[in-house]
């Protein structure tokens, strides 16, 4: 079992920026995979930025150039999240991939609004 705490959330102006936390415990050197995702009212959650094994990372279109993905020794993820649009407010989401299960946090709200 993993768990999965975020934090860092916050309403901000267009133009802002925030750095979201998600610190892991339990299992954690089981993960394999972590990544946030966002939903959005009345949408589908959505990926917005993932480091696969080997460090490898994956942004969505929408927030390349804007968004870092960052994930410390023992697993603690962050986003740096820069130069945030109305579009990126939702509540935010970090999930980790162990080998047979993928686990997601509570989310964080992250609210841009002029």
């Known amino acids: 079992q993993v768990q999965l705490r975020e934090s860092g959330g916050d309403s901000v102006q267009p133009g802002g920026s925030l750095r979201l936390s998600c610190e892991p415990s339990?299992?954690?050197?089981?993960?394999?995979?972590m990544g946030w995702f966002r939903q959005a009212p009345g949408k589908a959650r959505e990926r917005v930025a993932q480091i696969w094994s080997r460090d490898r990372r994956e942004y969505a279109e929408s927030v390349k150039g804007r968004f870092t993905i960052s994930r410390e020794h023992g697993n603690k993820l962050y986003l740096q999240m820069n130069n945030l649009k109305l579009e990126d407010t939702a509540v935010y989401y970090c999930q980790a991939d162990v080998l047979h299960a993928t686990y997601w946090g509570q989310g964080t709200q992250v609210t841009v609004s002029a």
């Open positions: 339990g299992n954690i050197f089981d993960i394999i995979n």
